[in-house]
């Protein structure tokens, strides 16, 4: 029994002195790692990716603590190319060349930066095994538009189809929109939009209004977006409008005469009269007769004819006449008699109302005035004449003037025996 315990006890202190021989072991053979890993160098950061737009230089940098007798290379990865050694450029790219610090920071130069410089560059040191890292050099191109792949100005016919095509290169892939130069809206498959998305702007029948420059603008995020201008132009035969196709005048008026015409090509427009004869603006002529003045505004043009000094002869029709290469169309404006305002009327019965006075017993004399009177006179005599005139109705003329003195003199008349009233309850 006691030789079984005393066995027992050694077994344990045996166990015992080999698990602090296994801990001590340990603990000196990672002493010894340790001192082995810091006599080794040692990268003391990572390689920073860099992005860089195409055209500019570029800077990779790779820092090595505890380099000592070590040698430092940049390496492509993709292509496995050794650029530099050390001190020494390997590569025959003028474009690379190479920089370092204080035998720790170690710099790669990569001048006017192309898309094929795009890719992983690795720095190495020659430990046994090898460290290395590595770093990402994304080069950016700023959008440009492919001009032989991109529509130019375009002249399309009213009611077709037309497709304007805009082609965009760079890195990253470009977005293209359209949208029209002057920031209006415009129609596109039926609904009102200010801008269309895509490489491609599609507009199904097309109209007049579609007319004008429109604007493909490619972007990626990198500086500067890029525009090119196409201008659309819709071709359409004139076309005519007359504010006023009656127009009344008294002789010695001048009178201008209007027509609105759309057309593209631009119209030829002119002015003819009731016979035929086309009329030449005298506008240049002092106390010319006729003057012609068009006011364009695109597509649309307003056709002014001024007449000076009217007289019997120029009372009848004239004709308006708008033409291009698609063709002509006309309108035609009636130029009428009407009688002259009546200005001969408006004093009599002021002057009689101004003279008119009354006298009170025993008091000065009091003029009394009705200017207001004799201003609703005119009023409504010139409001009985525009009602009851008719073009060429001489008979009308003179009725109408008949009744303008009797307007007057009925009022005259009452206004009088009103002022004889008073005069008899004063006195």
């Not at 920089?99 to 410089?117: A, F, G, M, T």
């Not at 046994?128 to 538009?145: A, C, E």
């Not at 415009?186 to 420059?213: P, Q």
């Not at 043009?301 to 033409?323: P, Q, S, V």
Request: glycine share 6%; net charge neutral.
């Amino acid at each position: 029994m006691n030789s079984m315990r005393t066995s027992t006890h050694l077994n344990a202190k045996m166990t015992f002195f080999i698990r602090l021989y296994c801990v001590i072991w340990i603990a000196l053979l990672t002493s010894c790692s340790s001192t082995t890993e810091s006599m080794y160098p040692r990268f003391a950061e990572p390689i920073p990716n860099v992005t860089v737009t195409v055209g500019r230089d570029a800077l990779l940098a790779c820092v090595v603590d505890n380099l000592r007798g070590f040698k430092v290379a940049w390496v492509r990865m993709d292509t496995q190319t050794i650029l530099s050694i050390h001190h020494n450029i390997i590569t025959q790219n003028p474009r690379i060349s190479l920089s370092y610090n204080d035998h720790r920071s170690w710099y790669l130069h990569i001048k006017s930066v192309q898309e094929v410089d795009r890719g992983w560059y690795m720095c190495q040191v020659n430990t046994d095994p090898m460290r290395s890292r590595k770093g990402y050099l994304q080069v950016v191109v700023p959008p440009s538009i492919i001009d032989n792949m991109t529509s130019t100005d375009m002249v399309v016919r009213e009611g077709s189809d037309v497709t304007l095509v805009c082609r965009a290169s760079g890195y990253p892939e470009p977005y293209v929109m359209w949208r029209r130069e002057d920031g209006q809206d415009f129609n596109y498959n039926g609904e009102s939009v200010s801008v269309v998305d895509g490489e491609t702007l599609t507009i199904a029948k097309v109209s007049r209004l579609h007319m004008g420059a429109y604007l493909c603008i490619a972007s990626n995020g990198v500086p500067p977006s890029i525009s090119k201008r196409i201008m659309l132009m819709v071709q359409f035969p004139p076309m005519l409008s007359i504010p006023n196709q009656l127009e009344g005048a008294y002789i010695g008026q001048d009178v201008t005469l209007e027509c609105h015409t759309e057309a593209y090509p631009s119209s030829i427009n002119y002015w003819t009269t009731d016979r035929g004869d086309m009329i030449i603006s005298e506008m240049e002529i002092v106390g010319g007769k006729y003057e012609a003045f068009p006011m364009d505004s695109g597509y649309n043009k307003f056709m002014m004819l001024k007449i000076r000094n009217i007289t019997k002869e120029d009372f009848g029709f004239y004709k308006c006449i708008a033409k291009n290469s698609l063709g002509e169309t006309d309108g035609i404006i009636k130029l009428d008699e009407i009688p002259a305002p009546p200005s001969a009327f408006s004093t009599t019965p002021k002057a009689v109302l101004d003279n008119q006075s009354f006298k009170k017993k025993g008091r000065h004399e009091n003029s009394v005035t009705n200017d207001a009177v004799s201003s609703n006179f005119q009023g409504e005599v010139y409001g009985e004449q525009i009602r009851t005139f008719g073009f060429g109705d001489e008979e009308n003329s003179s009725n109408v003037r008949k009744s303008s003195i009797n307007y007057v003199f009925i009022p005259f008349c009452f206004i009088h025996l009103i002022n004889t009233l008073i005069h008899w309850v004063l006195s």
